[in-house]
């Protein structure tokens, strides 16, 4: 024997899971919705991805050389980042948009305040705010070839009816990736089969609002009803690929159940009573900045809490 | 019926095929043999042989320095050859008795035996003290000490610690299927102390040979019960184990004792039967040397004060190169750089791996994904413990419960930015407890 042996403290074996890994699953199982949001939404929606995906890694770089930090682009989550942040533009928007997006998001909301981890606010959903607070009349027109302007929950809002058959399958007006829930569904099946969500949040999302939307919208539990607001707006993206963010989200079960509640609460009262139909990303964005305060009142009791001598 | 377990927990790849098969062999040691002084919790043995005297195998040539401590015996014959400083498994150099093997193996005469039945409960712990016998599992917290309870009538359950949950190691799964008479005669001299107690072998259901065995052996025993436990690492932590077994939970402030129950390895119940039913002191351990470098990967019964080095060539040597070479099992083990350290009462391994995780994979920034939090079988959040471990913060260390870490090392495993968390706790917890005594 030559070599010299490594010493370092127990434990010495390390499960097979990385960062990169969970990221690249993430990118996966967000592929079937890109993909139907090309097909859907033709060429310009390739370009807005492209764009995105490119200057999100290409800001994280840029940033990461200009502080002398190593570049950590080897993660995948800008990747992710950019993605998530084109999945929620409209279809129509100029190329540029993306790319103030993507910087807004990676720089702004993420590496100013310490890059992966530290963000306290999920970064595409920052920068889609900051777009539809900027550029309100870009960020809103969802008017395509073949579609009318008016988003399902607009139409919803405004009393019409929708077909909801066509908002599973996702042939409605909206952003690139918001709307065939069967293709956002597959996405979410490969993130729980591969153990990289779980349900806690997705569903104490979904049955909250549920529940909140049947009791607050003046429609009582009307399935049609309710149905269009579950197949509608950013709802699955949002609860199964964005709530989900784990930077951002309380880290103990019981803590993502209320923020599953809270969002469900918080999406309800957006779409319900505020000024437009939408109402997913500025709740989860609440929920964000909720995340502190939950993790601090919903920490585990220790193994033995309780235990007395001689009980 | 649920299985028996309890919340967290991890399954790392457990290697045990490589050695589970294979009968335990007698290890012949080489010219010398190397005695630590502390090879246990509590203060150092005295030694009382000098340079130059001739010693029997059974011998005693150190003895307790107290209560909490626990005497070594020659475990050879032959000659002292030396009283002094010698490299130990952790490293650093620490008093050694060194005896020259004459190859003749002379032994004492045993002490006297008794029957089971007419021994008194002191008398029972007064010989397990004599023997040496401490907790070889890996802490060797002195047995006798863990016999010695206030109240011997309000222990309720004596449980045998058979999970054996840690990675690749064999040896008390050996010793399980090769002797399992001798486990339960130990577990009887338990059983006598403590007059209200039900044993329980506490078996993994990685094992069903082993606890069809034990089923077989205690099917007219009314005082033993054989329980089935799901495979799962730790269930071999003692609070852990207790929680699956009886459903009784504890914490850091207590001990088993408090709650009634009393828990023991494999081999230290067998070395407590050997002192009652043979007079004989601690001499042996098994020793899995394992690993994907080792050419023949097996069980050993060694000597104690053999060297690891002789072990390896035992198992015919390397096939492979080894990067990494534990005392051991994987998550709890100790490193080595030199094999020239003697196996001692608590050594339960020798296990050499061509890849080594922690080196390959570099630490990252967390992402907060929680996967320590739903390993942590202390029910811990370790992610933010590490925080205020790094940052040096005694005072939030402790709200926030780190002295119930039981340093398993889950988080560690499961972290998917290879953060030092266990670690980090570990030294935290250190310093803490040092901060505590002062």
């Known amino acids: 024997m030559n070599g010299l042996l490594n010493v370092s403290s127990n434990p010495h074996i390390r499960s097979n899971v990385t960062t990169s890994s969970i990221m690249l699953l993430v990118i996966i199982s967000l592929l079937p919705a890109t993909g139907f949001g090309f097909v859907n939404f033709g060429l310009n929606a390739v370009l807005l991805v492209t764009v995105s995906v490119v200057s999100a890694v290409l800001a994280e770089t840029v940033f990461n050389l200009i502080c002398h930090k190593k570049n950590t682009i080897g993660d995948f989550s800008a990747i992710v980042t950019g993605l998530l942040l084109a999945l929620n533009l409209p279809p129509k928007a100029p190329w540029w948009i993306a790319m103030i997006g993507a910087f807004f998001a990676i720089i702004v909301v993420k590496m100013i305040f310490g890059g992966l981890g530290q963000n306290f606010m999920n970064p595409a959903l920052g920068a889609r705010c900051f777009l539809v607070i900027s550029f309100a009349s870009i960020m809103t027109d969802f008017e395509v070839d073949g579609y009318s302007g008016a988003t399902p929950l607009a139409t919803l809002k405004a009393g019409g009816t929708v077909n909801i058959l066509d908002m599973v399958k996702g042939f409605t007006s909206g952003t690139i990736g918001e709307t065939s829930v069967i293709a956002l569904l597959i996405g979410a099946i490969i993130l729980v089969l591969f153990g990289v969500i779980d349900l806690y949040i997705p569903a104490s999302y979904i049955i909250s609002f549920v529940i909140f939307i049947g009791l607050f919208a003046g429609h009582g539990f009307d399935i049609n009803y309710i149905c269009a607001h579950l197949c509608g707006g950013g709802l699955m993206l949002g609860a199964f690929f964005m709530a989900t963010d784990y930077v951002t989200r309380p880290i103990t079960k019981k803590g993502q159940v209320v923020y599953g509640i809270l969002l469900g609460f918080l999406t309800c009262v957006l779409r319900v009573f505020g000024p437009s139909s939408e109402g997913v990303s500025y709740a989860i964005i609440i929920g964000n900045l909720l995340v502190p305060l939950i993790d601090k009142v919903t920490k585990p009791s220790f193994f033995g809490k309780g235990a007395v001598k001689n009980a | ?438």
């Open chain 2, 1 to 438: 019926m649920a299985k028996l377990t309890f919340s967290g927990g991890i399954h790392p790849f457990d290697g045990k095929d490589m050695s589970k098969d294979i009968p335990i062999k007698d290890h012949k040691p080489g010219p010398e043999l190397i005695y630590p002084l502390s090879q246990h919790i509590g203060a150092p043995a005295k030694a009382i042989v000098k340079k130059g005297d001739h010693v029997f195998v059974g011998q005693k040539i150190a003895e307790a320095d107290g209560f909490v401590s626990s005497p070594i015996y020659a475990s050879v014959s032959g000659i002292v050859k030396d009283v002094c400083e010698h490299r130990v498994i952790a490293g650093n150099n620490a008093m050694c008795i060194i005896i020259e093997n004459d190859g003749m193996y002379s032994e004492m005469n045993p002490w006297e035996v008794k029957e089971l039945d007419s021994m008194t409960s002191a008398e029972i712990i007064d010989r397990v003290k004599e023997a040496g016998i401490v907790g070889m599992g890996g802490a060797g917290f002195p047995t006798h000490v863990k016999m010695s309870v206030k109240e011997p009538q309000k222990i309720d359950y004596v449980i045998i610690n058979a999970a054996e949950c840690e990675p690749y190691l064999t040896s008390d799964y050996r010793k399980m299927i090769e002797e399992p008479e001798k486990l339960i005669e130990g577990l009887k001299v338990y059983l006598k102390l403590f007059p209200y107690a039900l044993g329980i072998i506490a078996i993994e259901d990685n094992k069903p040979d082993c606890i069809k065995i034990f089923r077989a052996l205690t099917k007219e025993e009314p005082r033993i019960t054989v329980k089935a436990l799901k495979t799962k690492y730790p269930q071999g932590s003692e609070r852990h184990l207790i929680y699956a077994t009886t459903g009784r939970e504890l914490n850091s402030k207590l001990l088993p004792a408090d709650v009634g129950c009393v828990v023991n390895n494999v081999d230290t119940i067998i070395a407590v039967r050997n002192a009652i039913f043979d007079g004989v002191p601690l001499l042996y351990r098994i020793v899995t040397v394992t690993g994907d470098c080792i050419k023949n990967p097996r069980n050993f019964k060694v000597r104690i004060g053999t060297l690891y080095s002789e072990l390896l060539e035992a198992a015919g040597g390397y096939k492979k190169e080894p990067v990494k070479i534990i005392s051991g099992g994987p998550m709890m083990g100790n490193c080595l750089f030199d094999l020239d350290v003697p196996v001692t009462k608590t050594g339960s391994a020798l296990l050499c791996l061509s890849n080594d995780d922690v080196s390959r994979m570099e630490p990252s920034a967390c992402i907060n994904c929680g996967a320590c939090v739903n390993a942590c079988p202390s029910r811990l959040v370790p992610t933010e413990l590490s925080k205020h471990s790094t940052h040096g913060n005694l005072e939030e260390f402790e709200a926030n419960h780190g002295l119930e870490c039981v340093e398993c090392g889950c988080c560690s495993f499961v972290c998917p930015a290879k953060r030092p968390l266990a670690q980090s706790i570990k030294s935290m917890r250190k310093i803490v407890l040092a901060s505590k005594r002062k």
